[in-house]
């Protein structure tokens, strides 16, 4: 069992400044895949760094299979981190880049063989175990580099933003190639990035981040369509929530001067001083018919057309909206005005604070 435990975990750089982890706490299931993700500076990076050793929490404690490692050097904590970088051996070939840690502490010329070349089965790599790494592409250095981990079969794989410096088309490849590894080492693995659609896709679970501290922890869906707070809404999606102000008047509610009709799923007795109505894209629709709660008309700025979806850009009283809307319509020229509607059910409601306020049917 290799679970992960971080119980109030905080680090401060210095006393002036806040921390950079603050109260952070998590718990990684055996086997689990889980994402950091969050803004730059949000404290991710650091977070995987004290699991690994590399740097010493202020405060809290951290558990690995059950052992407190808080202390623990890196070595002997039994995991294995890849980097942004690759941090390959130049001088050196595939096979001795992978094999270089396992000589370090004196395994066996027949494991060290046998674990290498069960990692270049896994990765591919057979075919390139003698080339050094100035004779590989930019997404084979990082095969190596995960090979490297695997052949320490360790308890934890920790991940630092492995794929940023890949194009995009192999960012998606390797993506795929690591969710593959997973399946086949059936590991724990923890992954850090700044980018949410690689958290949405690769994490069994995710934690978001922002200026060191925990917003939400749950389930991509469940992140998708039960957000906490403003933040989370906002940060997870692609493009993000719309957001507009949402003025409550006893128990009458409006929105940009349009009131919304009484369907009783906000909390009307709440005694907020400022509300903000929260809409995914893909829930607005340019649509004359009466089908939907609430229609406003707005001005289109500009479509962004993609061939399997269409993003519109629409201006209503000062805030512009984007509104997804799959395939592609006939043209619609700048400046044209359109009928823009939605219904009251799929819009989330955050209070002053950003915190998401619960509705009822």
Do not use: W
């Not at 069992?1 to 950079?20: H, R």
């Not at 004196?106 to 069960?118: L, P, T």
């Not at 690769?202 to 501290?213: H, P, T």
């Not at 957000?227 to 929530?241: Q, T, W």
């Amino acid at each position: 069992m290799a679970e992960v435990v971080l119980k109030s975990i905080s680090k401060s750089f210095n006393d002036t400044d806040p921390p950079v982890v603050d109260n952070v706490s998590f718990e990684v299931k055996d086997k689990e895949f889980m994402v950091l993700v969050g803004p730059s500076g949000c404290g991710k990076s650091t977070t995987l760094r004290i699991i690994a050793g590399l740097e010493e929490p202020t405060s809290g404690e951290i558990y690995i299979a059950a052992r407190n490692v808080t202390q623990a050097a890196p070595k002997d904590r039994d995991i294995a981190m890849v980097f942004q970088n690759y941090a390959l051996y130049p001088h050196l070939n595939v096979y001795e880049n992978m094999a270089f840690s396992l000589r370090l502490r004196k395994f066996s010329s027949r494991d060290i063989e046998s674990r290498v070349q069960r990692a270049a089965e896994i990765l591919g790599l057979q075919q390139m175990l003698k080339r050094r790494p100035k004779e590989l592409s930019g997404g084979q250095r990082q095969r190596v580099a995960l090979g490297r981990a695997i052949v320490r079969e360790p308890k934890v794989f920790l991940f630092d933003e492995p794929l940023s410096n890949l194009d995009a088309k192999l960012r998606v490849q390797m993506r795929t190639e690591i969710l593959k590894l997973h399946q086949q080492l059936n590991s724990t693995m923890i992954y850090v990035t700044h980018d949410q659609m690689e958290a949405m896709t690769m994490g069994d679970r995710i934690v978001i981040l922002k200026d060191g501290i925990i917003q939400q922890v749950d389930t991509p869906l469940t992140l998708y369509h039960q957000p906490v707070n403003k933040f989370v809404a906002g940060f997870i999606g692609s493009p993000s929530m719309n957001f507009l102000e949402l003025t409550q008047n006893n128990s009458n509610f409006s929105v940009n001067n349009m009131a919304l009709p009484p369907k009783g799923i906000f909390k009307a007795s709440a005694n907020h001083k400022f509300m903000h109505i929260g809409i995914r894209p893909e829930k607005l629709y340019l649509t004359e018919d009466k089908l939907h709660d609430v229609a406003f008309s707005a001005t289109l700025e500009v479509s962004e057309k993609m061939g399997h979806e269409t993003l519109h850009y629409v201006r209503i009283n000062g805030s512009t909206l984007i509104v997804r809307e799959m395939g592609q319509r006939a043209e619609l020229p700048a400046g044209s005005k359109v009928k823009v509607s939605f219904d009251i059910e799929e819009c989330h409601v955050f209070d002053e604070r950003g915190e998401a306020i619960r509705t009822s049917n």
